[in-house]
DNA sequence: ATATCTGCAAAAGATTTGCAAGGAG
DNA sequence: CTCCTTGCAAATCTTTTGCAGATAT
């Protein structure tokens, strides 16, 4: 049995970093945080503001920046976008951009030693030093494929 | 002994391709042909016009739009940047965006394998159609490791 | 000769900044 | 009570669009 609800438990993440919980903003980090694809500021906006009234577009922006000085979530461009997309896995892993649904998607296949390899491979013979690694793929997600059949 | 000048080998690409030959174009063209990082629009300016000085920066725009829908270069964005990037080698390649120059940098260390390796892992655990895969890197350069000692 | 290209200016789209009022701790 | 957050408006920055005159073929 869970001591603490969902709820109660984002409250503290955010108390943790030094964050002020409002209502604004623990409704944008709950939808983050449950999102699978990786919508832009917009997308966040529209699909909080039926929980949340009091809501404007600003608001997203500012905690989609304050979340991101807490290391809570990554912000990132795919493709030929000009558009932010919001990610609350921070961890290394890769996007699809489908060209039929333009969502951003998560990649669940494993990868991880690909990426290993590829990180050893890099640094072995560049002489870069490498911080991070972002792999981007553009195709047509499995439920465009099958929506097409 | 070369037959054709590299000027006039440029005119030839672009005539192929069903595109005017003009001062301005061919500046921007064989510029960006010897780019070794990938400067964005308002660079790919600055580094013209000299060279070119009826330039203006919507011409560059149009141009490196022009180029891009003819297949002759690749446009696209990397890490937190909202600017685009023009790459004139349009084969599978990783980027290096480093965080103390700014610049954008081919990797040159040979990576197919590895990629081949996770583009074969990726469709078979997916199910995704996967046309294009993107590999960006965050750190710092070797350049700029050298310069800090 | 005519369709394309250039350059200026204005528009568009996404994100950021400034500031006064409201709310959390 | 004090500082942080919100929401509005205006500003900023990059890229795109419209249009008249110039140029390539």
């Known amino acids: ?3 603490y609800s969902k709820k109660e438990e984002s409250q503290s993440v955010l108390r943790e970093c030094g964050l002020r919980v409002t209502p604004q903003r623990l409704a944008i980090f709950d939808f983050l945080r449950d999102s699978k694809d990786h919508p832009n500021a917009e997308g966040v906006y529209q699909a909080v503001k039926d929980r949340c009234p009091a809501m404007s577009l600003n608001t997203v922006y500012k905690n989609l920046e304050a979340f991101e000085q807490a290391g809570l979530i990554t912000k990132f461009t795919i493709g030929d976008r000009q558009k932010f997309h ?3 896995n921070t961890k290394t892993h890769p996007h699809l951009l489908c060209l039929s649904c333009s969502m951003v998607k998560d ?3 494993e990868i991880q030693p690909h990426v290993c390899d590829l990180n050893e491979a890099l640094a072995a013979q560049t002489g870069h030093q490498i ?3 972002e792999i981007h793929l553009v195709g047509v997600c499995r439920e465009c494929l099958q929506a097409a059949n």
């Open 107 to 109: 990649i669940d296949a």
């Open 86 to 88: 919001y990610d609350p």
């Open 131 to 133: 911080h991070r690694i």
């Open 1 to 3: 049995m869970e001591t």
